[in-house]
């Protein structure tokens, strides 16, 4: 991208990105000349992504995250307002793929469900609370949340936490938009990340992604995700708001 684009000199919190979709926004993001946070609750894992963007010419700083917690969102963004002095870009995108594999919802324990629900759906809450009166400050921003076609789903606690997610970026997306504040999400189908790995072998996603509708089969990589939340993030989207986007190659997953 040249350095007339929107995201040259800005600066983007990209939850859970030590690893799968979260590190493809870090690196798609930090080429296009954003400095990233590459925020997560593997602060090891979180400081490897970051080297390398910094490496590879990027800036990008590891901040240690738990997003189911909501003084270590606020940590989050005031470390990020101290570091780079201002938030332009918010990616929701941490979350419990292991949830998909939970007991099923008459049965799962309560302890489980709350820090399920947490970490998946309140967290978009407590980022956003953290983050929009910085974004404010400097004239607004955008948001990408991370649902999923899950949400239209009825697997149980994964789809009740999606679904929750896209309520929040209705509502949120509707009260922020005075502000200067876009906010929309992204509903991936199935995604070959290190988080999906240990669930399903790279067959068994195929022979699943099928199984949901999408005509193909084809399982997609963390960048084509990736990328077409970034493309929400950017100027070009400058008019969509409040939308969930699938992304999931054709697969019809409606309740
Ligand atoms: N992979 C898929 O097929 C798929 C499909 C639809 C939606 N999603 C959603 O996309 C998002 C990213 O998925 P992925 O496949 O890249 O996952 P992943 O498991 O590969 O990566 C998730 C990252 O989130 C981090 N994380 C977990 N709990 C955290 C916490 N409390 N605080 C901060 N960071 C935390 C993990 O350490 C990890 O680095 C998730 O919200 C997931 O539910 C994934």
Known sequence: MNS?????????????????????YAQ????????????????????????????????ALAIKLDVGAPESCNACAQQTKEGFGRIDYLVNNAGLLSSATAAPLNEIAID????????????????????????????????????????????????????????LTLNLAHILAPKG?????????????????????????????AMLGNPTGEVAEAAMISRVGVFLLSDQASYINGQILPVDGGTIARL
């Open 112 to 167: 489980d469900y709350q820090r399920i629900m947490n970490v998946n759906t309140n967290s978009v809450l407590f980022m956003t609370q953290a983050v929009a009166p910085i974004m404010e400050e400097t004239g607004g921003g955008a948001i990408v949340n991370t649902s999923s076609i899950g949400a239209w789903q009825t697997t149980g606690i994964y789809s009740v936490s999606k679904a929750g997610v896209n309520a």
């Open 181 to 209: 504040i876009r906010m929309n999400a992204i509903a991936p189908g199935t995604v070959n990340t290190e988080g999906m790995q240990p669930i399903m072998s790279v067959e068994q996603m195929s022979q699943w992604t």
């Open 4 to 24: 007339n684009n929107c995201f040259n000199d800005k600066v983007a919190i990209i939850t859970g990105a030590a690893q799968g979709m979260g590190a493809a």
């Open 28 to 59: 798609i993001l930090a080429a296009a000349g954003t400095a990233v946070v590459v925020a997560d609750i593997n602060s090891e894992k979180a400081e490897a992504v970051a080297a390398a963007i910094n490496a590879d010419g990027g800036k």
